[in-house]
Nanobody
């Protein structure tokens, strides 16, 4: 049984910071695609930041230089440090992992429950 449990969401003022956590159980995250996806009401789901299988990172243009993805393999957890938050960052943030494939495009098959991030002006 695989489970991803998120924490760290909340409400902050523009310019503030939040750190989201995702703890995995059932599978190790090492060598797997892992990342963060967000969805605002009425908007399409948007990839935010990812670890590829080799540990390299990818960021959406809208969050570059403001967000940082990191991981702690000993804790089987990964994180999203969000700084200089803007109202347009308001969304439900989901962590996700691909525990099915080892090559090719990532296909996320495990998802966290979602955590709300609200940024006010």
């Amino acid at each position: 049984q695989v489970q991803l449990v998120e924490s760290g969401g909340g409400s902050v003022q523009a310019g503030g910071s939040l750190r989201l956590s995702c703890v995995a159980s059932g599978y190790t995250i090492s060598g797997r695609c892992t990342g963060w996806i967000r969805q605002a009401p009425g908007k399409q789901r948007e990839g935010v930041a990812y670890f590829l299988r080799d540990g390299t990172t990818w960021y959406a243009d809208s969050v570059k230089a403001r967000f940082t993805i990191s991981r702690d393999n000993a804790k089987n957890a990964f994180y999203l440090q969000m700084s200089s938050l803007k109202p347009e960052d308001t969304a439900i943030y989901y962590c996700a992992a691909d525990f099915r494939t080892r090559t090719g495009a990532c296909g996320y098959n495990a998802w966290g429950q979602g955590t709300q991030v609200t940024v006010s002006s």
